[in-house]
């Protein structure tokens, strides 16, 4: 099976920091872009759909994990790097962990809780740090 070609315009996303008693949320990516690097959970806003509603959606479909959303903690631009990439505006939010547990769905293959001090030199996607630390200062 083949990957389908890129979008040949830019992408919105959303993705979400989520905490719970201090610690944030992040998935392993199990497929491409980013396979194997930890990031936050989100994807592509649907036409006509609000970017809270997109959150929620996604994380629902990618954790299962019911959230509140405290706000908008920054945004990352991912350019094309080369044939088969795609053009990306993600807009991240800090949000609260409301209810149920983490049930991954096919493009992650792993999880973990952890303190943003904990992160350490885990393989994690680009600017999340920063991003991690935005949202921090909101909750």
């Known amino acids: 099976m083949t990957s389908p070609e890129p979008p040949i315009r830019p992408q919105l996303a959303v993705s979400g920091v989520i905490f719970r008693d201090g610690k944030v949320l992040l ?3 199990a497929r491409s872009p980013g ?7 989100g994807g592509r806003v649907e036409f ?12 629902d479909e990618e954790t299962g994990l019911k959230v509140e959303i405290v706000g908008l903690a920054g945004w990352r631009e991912v ?11 993600i807009m991240t939010f ?9 049930v991954l ?13 904990e992160i350490g030199d885990l393989k994690v996607t680009g600017g ?3 991003v991690i630390a935005a949202a921090r200062r909101l909750v």
């Open 128 to 130: 999340l740090h920063e």
């Open 35 to 41: 396979k194997g690097f930890y990031s936050l959970p």
């Open 27 to 29: 998935v392993r990516r």
């Open 94 to 102: 800090a949000a609260r962990w409301a209810s149920r547990e983490p």
């Open 79 to 89: 350019l094309p790097t080369g044939p088969g990439t795609g053009h990306y505006l």
């Open 105 to 117: 769905n096919d493009e992650h293959d792993d999880f973990k809780w952890l303190a943003p001090e």
């Open 48 to 59: 006509g759909e609000s970017l809270h509603t997109a959150l929620h959606r996604e994380i």
